[in-house]
Structures are given as C-alpha cells and as structure tokens.
C-alpha cells in the first residue's frame, strides 16, 4: 500500500480546512500519516485522525510557529528520510508552498503545485491541474519519489472516517541555521465580517467599477444580501482593497449559492477560484468579456448604475 | 548594497489569450516584463538609493526577454544577466530555480528581490526553491521593506494582516504588486540602458543539467466548462429584475 505523508497546518490546535480536505482524499490512496507541527499539534492530532489520518506525527516545538519555513523544511526532510513516502501532500496555500518549495529543492524531486486532483497510477501518483489558467486541465504523471504535489482548497469536500489516529511524537528535527526568518510580531486588521470562503452570496468586483472610490457599491449589495465581497486580482494589485478579498487562483477559491462578478472581465486567474459557484451573475459593459460566456445570468451594462438599484431592491425584498 | 531582482518576461496579460492546436500557449503574442517583477525593480532601486549600492536583473527566457531587461535597465538598473539556452526551454519550477541559484550564487547578493508569483504561470514555487539553494532565508509576501544594519524587516500579509518577520542578510524577498508603484523609465533612462551590460549565459556556462522533469504530461483535455446562460442587455430595469429573479430562485432573498 502506497505510504503518504500530508503536511497538515494547524494554529494552536485547530487543523485547516485545508488539512481535513487532504487526509479525505489521501485516505482514499493510502496508508496516511498527517505530519502537525507547532504549538497545538498534539490537540489538532484529534480532528486530523478522526478525517484519516491513521498516524499523526506531531512535535510541539514553538520554533515552527516563530520562524518561517525553514524549520518544517528541515522536520519534513528528516521525515520523508524515516519514513520513505510515496507521495506527500500540501496544500496550494502561501505558508505550505513555502514549506514544499524549499523541501522539493532539498530533496531534488521537484513537485506539481496548484493541483485540484490526485489519483494513484500504477504504483505512482498523478495529478490533474489547471492549465491555461482554467480552460484545459492538464493530468501531470509525478517520477520523483516521493511524489510531492500541491493541491488547491476546497478540491475535495471533507469528511470523517470514523477512525482514530495514533499520535506519535517526533523529533523537531530543526536545525539552528534554521532559524532565521523570524516572526518578530502578528498584526490584525481584518473586520468582523462575513468569512469570503463561507459566505452563501459572493459580491466581487474588478477593474470595470472605474476606480476605489466606487467599491462600496459592491460591498453595499454583499451587506444587503448577508453575503462577502470580493475582488479580483487586477483591483487588489492597483491597492483598491486588501488582499484577503482576492477570489481566484492566487487568491481564495469560493463556491457560494450565489456568486455576482461586477465589472469583472473573466481572466481565468479569477474564474479558477469561483467557477465552482452554484449560479453565477455576471455585470459586465462588454459584451465580449468572458464571463458572460460562462454566467447563468451575464447582464450587458454599467454595473455602477445597476449595483445600487440592485442592493436598493434587495433591501426591499428582505425587509418585506 | 547588492541587489538582485529575478524578472520575467510573459505574454501580455492585457493581451487576448490564445493557444496552439498542440495546447501550447501561443508564442506569437505580445509579451512584456511581468508587471509584479516592476514591482520588485522599483523596490530594488529605493533600496539602492537609500543604501547604495548595484541592482543586477537576472532573467531566464529565449533571446527575446532582453527586452524585458532592457526594459528594468532603463528604469534605473545598473546590469542583467540573460540565461537563455534551448536546452532550458519548457523548464520547469525546480529547473528554473536551478539554473537562477547558479546565475545569482556567484554574484553573493545582499538581497535577491522575486515577484511573490509571476502573471502567467502564478505559482509561486521558485522563489522558496531558489531562497533554499541559496541557502538563504525567505521573507515572503512583502507588503513594505526595510533594510538596516544587515537586517531585512519586511511586513508578510496574511489572511487577517501582517506579520513583521526578520532576517539577517543575506536574505531573499517576495514582493506584492502593492508593495510599490514602479517607476516610469524616463528618455535619459531608456538611452543610458542601451550602453549597460547584459551578459548571455547559458545552461553550460552555470553547470547546470536537464535532468528527469519532475512530471510528465499525460494529456491535456477541456476543463468542464460552464455553459452560457442567458445574456440580456440592460436598459435601465431589465438587468436588475433578471438578478432579483436569480436571487428568489435561489432562495437568497
């Protein structure tokens, strides 16, 4: 039976969604061990057996949470050493890419990033990912051993196994040259709103709102409806709104009930993270822009006259 | 200070998008320095202007990314190395990131400056593989920078925020493209980049060899795509009845 190890990220003993995804599918392709690092571990240890796990390698060590990257580099490269895995599993997430880009050149395997599949094959491993930002899919054969692959959020639903994980401490395995790139403080400024990945209405907007000053039309309908608001990449880079509001392959990948593009062109960057979205509405000026061909409802028109008529109408349904 | 900025040349992303009949991405479109490694440029030259110092590109492409150095020389760079050899071509991250480390290694930066992921390809994988053939620290997704005494603070974004994180130097750092507005090159600028110096390596030249990609292609197949629904041109109420009908057939409102 193949052997895999998943790289399951944890703060203070509350896996990721991403973990729980990982060990749902893996469980499917092997004999699984979640490797949990970092203050925590042994509490996220519960959750990550009871999704597949049937080891969890945990070491408490706080170097792994005061230290970027490198400290799990080393404790992953001395376990992929014990261990010998046939395949290991990250998450396409910006701390796991880290971790996995700077082990894959160690090891010399390289990798496949950005995967939304994984399937065995004959005796390896494959993985399907997007390819020209999300029209084709390419299925990609892994030769290195281990197989180190990347797999987005939200590409398999996650679910529990009704097993049991044995916890098994390790050693930290962390090198003092290792430690280098330190977190020397933690600032939050997100608000108290409607988390984008769980939200049951998205509201994004893009480059067609014109400027800044006309994002509150977008965040305005999202309140209205209860929903989150996103952007896209383009309005992110030009500083319009914060990172954590980016909806697509660098960004957050949603897949709301209802999901409305305002002003948003349809750059596969974007439509790889929401293209999963039950019913997707699009506003856009161009009759051309891509994502009208794929919106169950694609509206030709100025989105900054339709926006506020839209949240004003909602807000009268709701309050009915 | 030394620094060296990684850039890319890539097909214009305000360019329409096509590909090949073999599912390559056509070749014949119009391509440009990825607009994130601008990013990475301008910082470099604020660092060099605050420190001193020398900002040196390094790109890896066909003959043609000179120009996307040119293009980083004439916005105030002092130099480029191009790493162009057909054995090179269709490279993968860990190549890349292989025939990068044996360009920049003999140059012993201060500062290798990466977009945090480029334009076309957006995974981010090289920056960490060549931090760790370095043998260097990396601080990622930089929001702001600051050099002082041999230690790089940069502010990492993160989901909720940021992280301050710090590192001695020699260091590699990941920029986002709202770290900074680049500068335009000016006419001085553009003249001045002509007479600077863009040495040509190849794979030989840096030891580095092709070995077993990391993946092979199976078969590239459509995506399950979303049909088309129904597209109705607004005209001052149609477009907001249709969006309240969705709402109410989804049960959102």
Known sequence: MAKILVYAEQTEGRPASTALELLTKARELGDVAAVALGPGAREAAGPLGRHGAARVLVNEDAVFAEYLAEPATDCLAALVGAESPDLVLFAFSADSREVAGRLAARLGTGLISNAMDVEARDGGFAAKVPYFGGAKVATYRANARPAIVLVRPKSFEAGESGGDGEVVEVAAGAGDGSKRARIVETKTEAADKVKLEDARVVVSGGRGLGGPENFHYVEELADALGGAAGASRAVVDAGWVPYAMQVGQTGKTVRPGVYIAAGISGAMQHTVGMKGSKVIVAINKDPDAPILKMADLGVVGDALKILPKLTEAVRAKRGS | ?253
């Open chain 2, 1 to 253: 200070m030394k620094i060296v900025v990684t850039v890319k040349q890539v097909p214009d992303p305000n360019a329409p998008q096509g590909l090949d009949p073999d599912n390559t991405i056509a070749r014949d479109r119009e391509v440009v320095l990825d607009p994130g490694d601008e990013c990475g440029i301008e910082i470099g030259l604020q660092l060099k202007e605050a420190h001193g110092g020398e900002v040196v590109l390094v790109s890896m492409g066909p003959e043609k990314a000179r120009d996307a150095i040119r293009k980083g020389l004439s916005m105030g760079a002092d130099r480029g190395i191009l790493i162009t050899d057909g054995q090179l071509a269709g490279a993968d991250a860990l190549l890349t990131a292989r025939a990068l480390a044996a360009a920049i290694g003999p140059e012993s930066a201060d500062l290798v400056i990466c977009a945090t992921e480029s334009y076309d390809g957006s995974t981010g994988m090289v920056p960490p593989m060549l931090a760790e053939l370095l043998g260097v620290p990396q601080l990622t997704f930089a929001k702001h920078v600051e050099v002082a005494d041999g230690t790089v603070t940069v502010h990492r974004q993160t989901e909720a925020g940021y992280q301050v994180v710090q590192a001695a130097t020699p260091g590699l750092i990941t920029v986002t493209a709202g770290i900074a507005e680049p500068r335009y090159a000016s006419l001085k600028g553009i003249m001045a980049a002509r007479s600077k110096e863009v040495r040509v390596v190849t794979a030989a030249d840096l030891g580095v060899e092709r070995g077993e990609a990391a993946e092979t292609v199976e078969g590239i197949a459509d995506a399950e795509s979303r049909a088309a629904g129904e597209v109705v041109e607004d005209d001052g109420t149609i477009g907001v009845e249709k969006i309240i009908g969705v709402l109410q057939a989804a049960k959102v409102i």
